[in-house]
DNA sequence: CGTTCAGTTGACTAAGGTCAATTCCCGTGG
DNA sequence: CCACGGGAATTGACCTTAGTCAACTGAACG
């Protein structure tokens, strides 16, 4: 089920409904299919992506090897921050891992947003606080657990991951090789 | 020398001197000496601390052991958001690296200040934002290089840390042991 | 169907950790 | 100002965790 971009951003601030369609005015529709590239290396990333229904995942390239970064599902918003701030080429691919529809929005459309409405400022500052919180969550598994600790908390608060999402990339994003994941679980069942 | 908070947010956003002096007055001072700690873990973090002279660390304890998880120095912005923003309990310990002299301000008065000036709350979201990038470096490093790498890393990007800070602490801040990281100095120096 | 790629398993390797002894340095008290 | 005590850093010997290489199985897709 498509989530709505509506009530995504009502749950963090309060808007009129003409303020509420100068921004969906902003946001254009693209859809994904399985395995298709969202943005790619190399590239300056010129947007943020809202996730209407889908799984999107990022990955960078260190000896030849993909390492996934994260994954976003349905509801979630990615951009690759960095790049979309200062322009510079992006060190990072995003890809869908199922087919994928997207709400986007360029960086000339968000600053007028910024500008026109007052609270979408606000909104801003929340997402970018909510993205720093998440990521520290996982810098803290990375440096306080050890490899099999890191999964049964993936499997614990995030079973969605587990569920939907290809095991060799699961390892990656848990600084793991697939077959030491392969171990891990085959240890936990028996 | 110490370092002006109103030339500090001045290269973010511009204010009136009225509009300064009321975020001024919202900052009290603090002074800690050498080892005084700023917040404890299991306390509620209550303040952004800005940091106008020293050098703050906060680390988090794992299996009894302290785990540094990053450096702010002079200019420098610190407070645990996931305890400041839902009023949990901090799961880390701030420390003064060497004498510190602090301004810091109040959830309240930080709130204060985003409605009264429009547009700090666009300096709390660029701050959120680039805490959000710095976080990023580090788990980029943490899970595309290995140990030597991250040191190296460190010594050409950040080689104040390594000027001004005691190696056990660097050592785990890179997530390796002190003798770890003693014995990749040597083999660099050969 | 057959090809391809994900996942599993086994044998071995390597990076970094652990334990312990030693040296070094620096802050503190006499 | 100096001496000394204790934590920081270094080093050696050995261990553990996860990586590597390779073979094999299985499921998915064209």
Redo the contacts with the bound molecule.
């Keep these: 089920m498509k989530v709505s971009l509506e009530k995504t951003i009502s749950k963090y601030i309060d808007f009129t409904a003409e303020e509420f369609k100068s921004i969906r005015d902003c946001f254009k529709i693209k859809t994904l299919k399985r395995r298709e590239i969202l943005h790619d290396i190399n590239t300056v990333c010129k947007y943020v992506y809202f996730i209407e229904e889908g799984i999107i995942r990022y990955f960078q390239v260190e000896?030849g090897?993909e390492v996934t970064g994260q994954f976003f599902f349905t509801g979630g918003w990615y951009t690759d921050l960095e790049s979309f701030l200062s322009n510079s080429y992006s060190r990072q691919t995003a890809q869908a891992i199922e087919s994928t529809s997207l709400l986007y929005i360029s960086k000339q459309d968000l600053e007028k947003l910024y500008k026109e409405i007052p609270q979408f400022e606000r909104f801003g500052r929340l997402m970018a606080e909510q993205a720093f919180i998440g990521l520290r969550k996982k810098t803290d598994n990375l440096t306080l657990l050890?490899?099999?600790?890191r999964y049964l908390m993936l499997l614990r608060q995030r079973p969605k991951v587990i569920e939907k999402i290809?095991?060799?990339?699961?390892?990656s994003y848990l600084?793991?090789?697939?077959?030491?994941?392969?171990?891990?679980?085959?240890n936990l069942v028996l």
Tied chains: 1, 2.
């Design positions: 000896d090897e050890d490899a099999k600790e290809p095991q060799h990339y699961i390892a600084g793991i090789k697939p077959q030491s994941l392969s171990r891990i679980r085959k």
